[in-house]
């Protein structure tokens, strides 16, 4: 039977080295918490919690551009298996999210997940140097590349080229996924 391994930010981890232990410990609070935000209910947070890990582990090899790709990943297993508990609960199969979940229970689950998803996009944004950095705020901010060029004194042709790098950037740190659906579905929020 094959080794099962990951591989994050290049580096090989297998699932039963102390490596993988130390990735466990580091986001493990942080599944716990959004699953028992959305169950309430700390018992179910942490099955839930741990069964993403073990999912994780059965997929024989994974691969993650860094740590925070890897924790996008984790909360979208955490957030599928708490709409599933949830539709278990209410007897509720084969419906969309919207219809499993009173008004309330909506409008907290997407609470919770911008408030997930905004953290981990503005760690990755930190990570940009600083002029990458303030050009991404203001774009998240609804402001035209032209707007964006007249607040920071710059060409446009300079914000583009900014915009372009400081996108591909959090494409490597988040997951090309993960960065379309935050950087068309979360600029509201900034």
């Known amino acids: 039977m094959a080794i099962s391994v990951m ?3 290049g ?5 039963n080295s102390i490596e993988f232990k130390d990735i466990f410990d580091r986001l493990f609070p942080h599944l716990y918490l959004l699953g028992s935000r ?3 209910s700390e018992e179910k947070a942490k ?13 024989d090899t994974e691969e993650f551009k860094s740590e925070k790709a890897l924790q996008a ?11 599933s508990q949830l539709r278990k609960e209410k007897n509720v ?20 997940l911008r408030e997930e998803t905004y953290t981990l996009l503005y760690d990755a944004i930190q990570e940009l140097s600083p002029q990458a ?18 607040h920071l004194q710059i060409s446009i042709n300079s914000v583009k080229t900014v915009k372009k790098r400081a996108y ?10 993960v960065v379309a659906l935050l950087l068309t579905n979360f600029i509201q929020f900034f």
Do not use: P
Request: charged share 25%.
């Open 7 to 9: 591989r994050v930010s």
């Open 11 to 15: 580096k090989i981890i297998q699932y």
């Open 38 to 40: 959305i169950l309430k």
């Open 47 to 59: 099955d839930v919690a741990q069964e993403a890990f073990v999912k994780l582990w059965e997929k």
């Open 73 to 83: 990943y984790l909360y979208v297993l955490v957030k599928n298996a708490c709409i």
């Open 93 to 112: 199969l084969n419906t969309t999210l919207d219809e499993g979940l009173s008004v309330g229970q909506q409008s907290f689950l997407n609470e919770i």
């Open 133 to 150: 950095e303030q050009v991404v705020q203001l774009a998240l901010k609804g402001m035209s590349n032209q707007e964006i060029a007249d």
């Open 168 to 177: 591909a950037k959090l494409r490597d740190l988040l997951g090309a996924q």
